[in-house]
């Protein structure tokens, strides 16, 4: 949510992204508009009245995309003036070094890495994140994530599992492999999942250590 000095430039030019228009609302000095990026559950407001009085602009608002070039061209088709791809010096957002923008891709060509970045008319700074898989935990729902993501969990998982199978009776893999897998795509970390597994086996269906 930030505060623009043109309204209607402001607009145009999200519009010009092809961003959604939802809501546009005026009284008096107030006026409030309301964009969603295509296909986000997250959106923006902007207008006169929304923030305290001079607020200034806004600094490194992140937009990930699956395809960085293709985000690019989308962009400079549109007539945005888009800067060239880089990547941090010191890794994602650290401007702590001295020139933390480093011309090119990451080298290793990392999910995460690799940014272009644009300014709307006020100077309010968008960084376009290319994330092409994303770490485990870090989806809300499990039936979006690809193939990929979900073969690096479950074995993952697996791997957690193993040392559980070894210590304890007989009992169903997927039992505990449920409340892992849970707690894992709810942003715990691996010995956090691990733990709830085993309250979980413990608790709900108890299975003896041998």
Sequence with gaps: ????????????????????????????????????????????????????????????????????????KDLLDRGVNVSEIFHYAGGPFNNAVENPRVS????????????????????????????????????????QADVATLATLLHETAERHDHYEKTHGEHNWWDWYAP???????????EEAAAAADRYMETILPVLSK
């Design 1 to 72: 949510m930030f505060t623009v000095s043109d309204v209607d430039r402001t607009k145009a030019f999200y519009e010009k992204l092809g961003w959604r228009l939802d809501i546009d609302i005026a009284a008096g000095g107030y006026r409030n508009v309301h964009v969603t990026p295509p296909q986000s559950d997250a959106s923006i407001i902007f207008g006169k009245g929304v923030t305290p009085a001079n607020s200034g602009s806004v600094q490194n608002l992140v937009l990930a995309v699956d395809d960085l070039d293709a985000a690019r």
């Design 104 to 143: 090119g891709r990451d080298p290793e060509g990392r999910s995460y890495f690799s940014f272009a970045s644009f300014e709307d008319p006020d100077g309010n700074l968008w960084l376009l994140q290319e994330i092409t898989t994303r770490f485990p935990g870090r989806l809300w729902d499990s039936l």
């Design 180 to 190: 892992y897998l849970s707690a894992r795509q709810s942003g715990s970390n691996p």
